[in-house]
């Protein structure tokens, strides 16, 4: 089982839907990250969590939401879904100082 | 702020031919340099770090790369690439502050790198 899971891997959806992104770990890290991935742009951070206390804005917050249910639990919400959110979404953990730990990543296409 | 920047986005090689991505970055602090690598259809992985020490670092797959603080460089490098190591690379900073622990990582643009037969 991968150590970062992402739930669901692909999702099409139409605008003004809801839509979460679940992400869980088994790796025990305190920090978790969502990250969206644009061709051309690179990752570029959404939200990040430090620990289930503590939340903070990434560069590209806008138009989303963020809860962490619990140390290994960190969900993305998109409470009403553009076209121009459809994109790579990568949760990744750390530990520290350290590496990141990505996901698999999830697909989201909204038409 | 920190930044990274990766002038080329696409890199075509011919296989057992050496390669070379550059990584520039801009900060005012010291830093943590990383790059990461996805695979088709995958997620990133950690290819090799740079947190202290030697400069040049070495990581899996053949794959190393050297630290140059004076030209604020990160530049990847393998001797002979395979096939395999078709995908796109990812050079990453972390600034190291004064609330320790708490950096955030800043990824360049990457690179697609095409091994040619």
């Known amino acids: 089982d991968a150590d970062v899971t992402q739930t669901p891997r692909n999702r099409i959806t139409k605008t003004g839907k809801r839509i979460m992104l679940e992400c869980s770990q088994t790796?025990?890290?305190?920090?978790m990250y969502w990250y969206r991935q644009d061709p051309g742009l690179g990752l570029r951070l959404i939200y990040y969590?430090?620990?289930?206390?503590?939340?903070n804005k990434g560069e590209i917050s806008d138009g989303y939401s963020v809860s962490r249910q619990a140390q290994a639990k960190f969900s993305l919400s998109l409470e009403s879904a553009i076209p121009n959110q459809t994109a790579l979404y990568f949760c990744?953990?750390?530990?520290?100082?350290?590496?990141?730990?990505f996901g698999e990543g999830s697909r989201l296409t909204v038409l | 702020a920190q930044s990274v920047t990766q002038l080329d986005s696409q890199v075509p090689v011919f296989e057992e031919a050496p390669v070379e991505l550059r990584c520039n970055y801009s900060?005012?602090?010291?830093?943590?340099l990383f790059w990461y690598v996805q695979y088709p259809n995958q997620g990133l992985q950690l290819l090799l770090k740079?947190?202290?020490?030697?400069?040049l670092v070495k990581g899996i797959n053949g794959f190393e790369a050297e630290f140059n603080k004076s030209q604020t460089s990160f530049h990847l490098r393998k001797p002979s690439v395979h096939i395999s190591d078709t995908a796109e690379y990812f050079c990453?900073?972390?600034?190291?502050?004064?609330?320790?622990?708490?950096?955030?990582?800043?990824f360049g643009t990457g690179t697609r790198l095409t091994i040619i037969p």
């Open positions: 969590s430090f620990d289930v206390k503590d939340i």
């Open positions: 740079y947190l202290s020490g030697s400069t």
């Open positions: 790796k025990g890290h305190d920090r």
């Open positions: 990744a953990t750390r530990q520290g100082s350290g590496e990141l730990f």
């Open positions: 900060s005012s602090v010291s830093v943590y």
């Open positions: 990453a900073v972390s600034e190291l502050g004064t609330n320790f622990g708490n950096e955030k990582l800043t």
